[in-house]
Every structure is written in C-alpha cells, then in structure tokens.
DNA sequence: GGTGTCGATCTCAATAAGTGAGATTCCCGA
DNA sequence: TCGGGAATCTCACTTATTGAGATCGACACC
C-alpha cells in the first residue's frame, strides 16, 4: 500500500513517487513544475521522467507537459482479462435478468482497501457514482464492509487495532467487542444494505470467496432509492445472495487454463 | 518508448522492467521465479518486488505470487476521466444512432503506436477482438494507418526511414515516393476502410485532430462484413469522417477546466 | 489460543550506482 | 535551412544498491 509515508529514499522508490502526483486535478506536469514539487535538478527531475516514459507509465503531452501513459491503459485490460474473477463471474452475471437490478458491480479487497473492478448499468435512468477504478476505506460503504465482516480473525483484530477511531466514527462499533459483536451480525445476515456511496440509490452487496473463509470480492445489485420497496430490498439481497454463492463456488473449482503458472487471486497481507 | 534495449542499468530500471513480465500468459509470478528470470538474489528481487509493490503496481496473489496492483486500475480511471478527447467525444458519439453502426472505437496515437482507448458495441450480434488498452503498430489496421497517412512530414518520413521494412510487407509503398503517395491518397480520401484486425467485420476509420495538422486519433466505425453493402460503406464513411470531424472542432477549442494546469494531449514524438 | 513453517525483511561491508551544474545535442516549427 | 527550447550528456563527487546470512512475523494447523 503506498499510504503510510516511508523512511527510506531508494531512488525507484522516488521516481515512482511522482506517478503520485499525476492527480485528477493535476493530469498534466512540465519538467519545470515538477523539479520545484520534488525540490530536484533539472537533471534528476529528466531522468526521474525518463525511467517512467521509457517503462510508458507516462507519455508526452501538449506544451511539453507529461500525463499519464499508455501502459497503464494496457496493463488493465491485461488484469481484466487474467482475472479469474471476471472471467467467472462475468458471464454469469450476464444472464441475471431481473428487472430489479439497476445496476451490478464487484468490489475486490487489496489490502486494506477496496476497489471497484467492475460496473454494469442496467437500468439507463439510474445515476451512478461507481466505476471500475474507484477506491474506498474497508469502513466505508456496502461493498466493503460486508468484506471486511467476512476477514479472517487476525485480519480483522489487526484492522481493528489500526483503525479503531474510522471504526467508531463509522458506528461499527465502539470497543473490540461491538465491532465483533456487529461484523457477526452482518455475517449471519449474509448482505450488507446501505445507501452510503450512492443517496440516491441502495446498494445491497454480498461476499464473494475465492477459498474456503478467504473473502475476496463482494458483488453488489443497485436499485434506485426512490423506487424501491421494502419487499424488493429483500427480494434483491436474495438474489445477490445466491449470485455470488454461484459465483464463490466457481471460483472454488477454478483451474486456470492456457500457460499460467497458477492462480492469480489476490489475497492481500494485512500488516500493519 | 519501451521497445528498443537499453544500455545504462538503473535500478528504477531494473525494478520497473519486472512488470514487463506480468503478461497475458503469465499474470502471476512468486518470487522464486522472479529471482531465476531476473537472474538477481533473493534479497533484490524482493528489494523490486517490494518497490512495485508499495506503489500499488503489484499485489500478492493466491500461493505466495505475485499480480498486477490495483493502482493501475485506478491510474486507468484516472486517465479515462482526464483525458479531453474521451471527454468531448462520448457525449457526442452518444448521439449518434444510425442502425448502420454496429461498434464504435476511438484509438490514440502513443508514440510509434496505436491504443484502443473506447470501444463500444452497438450490435449485440457483432463479434469484436477490439478492447479498451489493444495496442496496435502504426501499420496495422484501419484506425492505425488514418493516423498515419496523417502525420506531420518528418515525422513521416522519420517513420518510414525507421520501418521501411514493415511499411512494404504491409503492401504501403515499396519506396519513399510509393509510400507518400499511397498516404497522400488516404488523406485525400479522408478516411481508411478495412477488415484486416477482424475478418468478420468490417471496419471505417477518420482522423481526430487536437490542432490543425497535428494527428492524435481516429475513430472508428465498424459493422459486419456480411451485412455490409457497398452503399452501406460509403454511407458509413460519410457518417465517420463527419463525426471525427465534429469531434476535431470541439477539441481544437478545448479549453480545460477544473484546476487543471493546461491541456492533457498526448503529442508523441516520433524519436529514432 | 499456542506453536511451527515458510515468506519477507534486516544487517553490514563492498561495490556500483545516482546526483548536480553546465555544456551540448537534438527535435520540431517556421 | 535555421532558431528556440526541450532533453540529454559529461565528470567529479556523493550516496544508494547489492549479496549472503540471520532474523522477524504473518498465517495455518492443531
């Protein structure tokens, strides 16, 4: 995880920092900008530049400036097309059908955090804030908290010590105690409900594994706010439910093909 | 560029030359395996490893390996959400819904290279091997070579000094004159027809200018080649060049906004 | 909840890099 | 062909990287 700041200067480690500063507000840097945000040389800042153009994590952009490269684009889609996850689960989402769902998406857990890898919009009058790429805490929303309720026991009590205040702050509890006591709750429920990413839609996300106890994704069904009842909600989180079942126990079964040297699930380390 | 060798070693080099092994067909790697490929010890493999790793390019995988991070998934966003010609042109290609369009793709110029960077399916019966992040050489394929015939003189020429071999296999031009005369003849035709990425379709490319005479993209109509007339075709490259053309003007008076420091263009340079 | 097994990190001396300032080359538009 | 500016090169000097082994710590099993 590149959160926590870190005590050693390797010099990779400080021409990767500027990838860092390639932002949404910020797409695009000249050499000049960027020698004053890294307080280096002319010369230093060039070959910081250069190791990344050559890798193609950056490219050149109008006016001298660099923006972000075409490896990046390159390398998701081979993710996209590597990722068991997706191979399995996309075509059987294909064939879920039901009026109710407005829209389909699945989150995959790296690190302590959770990234939206896939987003599908079925109903066209919903308005949608998630996209494959988005990033969220493992405290904040439906998809990542029914996550975090399915981690291991010594992932969850290391996630706990570390981040025992954002857990308050979230009402997931207030000691070691309610925060088990209410992750128990949102196991045995098997869904987690909530409008939390989203006001005007409601997200119901269930867990998907990719080993026995090993949570590795949630699935997620979305429906607007407004036009949904009760009923519906329950109706949906059965159907989520059994979706990602079905998708946890292929996903079981799953022998990569072609030449792959084995499986490429992500199962993140959660040290502190 | 990422192709040709290089001749200094640095570490950031060395370490970022480790995702050029996260392929297709082996989207996974342990550390073990690592140390035989990069021929280093374990101590440095895991020192790469590690770099990678903390700027999010990698993650850890099932059975102690390694996969590609989820902070290129996020760059790609990023990317997808900064980048002018995908903001201007996807509320304008939505508009456009002639029956004729069976996929719509946009590819940009990177270099000496051509990136898909949108597809979109229209007909749910047309098979399409386009996908977001397809890397094509400049030779290849429609949407490559309306690029080509369009770049600025030197660059041309510097082009085909660098590949006249695959220039001719290609069947564009035996010689320099041959070669500018065949491109001159796209650009006065204005766009480029072909069937050579997927036999089963057939495919209508058009320019996309960021500024008077400077190419960075094409987009793409295709539809199948069995349904196609030849009516159809000329129908459908009146439909493309058009819209490129709509797209061209909105471009060339881009002007950004939110807190952007200037213009997010991609102008490749064309270096030996 | 305790304990064993690897995967991952740390230590330290020797070695081979990265760094900065300025000159230089090369790209690209007229 | 030429001019302006971006990108690279040179070389002395400094600092990080490397490799082998010891050690640490996360995770699985009981």
Redesign the interface.
Known sequence: ??RKP?HKQ????K??KV?DL?????????VE?LMKELDATRATTY??VK??Y????L?????S?Y????????????????DPLLQIALPMLEEEKSPLIGSKSIS?L??D?V?S?YVEKCDPDIFLTM?????FPLVYGAPSRIILAHLPPYQMKNFYIANAEDIACAHLGETWEDFRTSMQRLRKQGYCIGSEINPTVVGISAPIF??KSAVSASLSYVRRLEITSDAQKAELAELVVAAADRISKQLLSYRPE????????????MSV
């Open positions: 995880m590149a870190e390797s010099s990779a480690d021409a990767l990838l390639f932002t949404e507000d910020f797409p695009a840097w000249t900008m070959r910081y190791v990344l050559d890798a193609g994590l490219a050149t952009g109008a006016g400036s923006v972000l490269g075409p490896r990046i684009i390159q390398l998701d889609r081979q993710i996209q097309r590597s995959s790296y690190g955090q990234l890898v996209q494959r790429g988005r990033v990719h080993d072609r030449g792959t040297r084995g499986p490429v699930f992500t199962t993140p380390r």
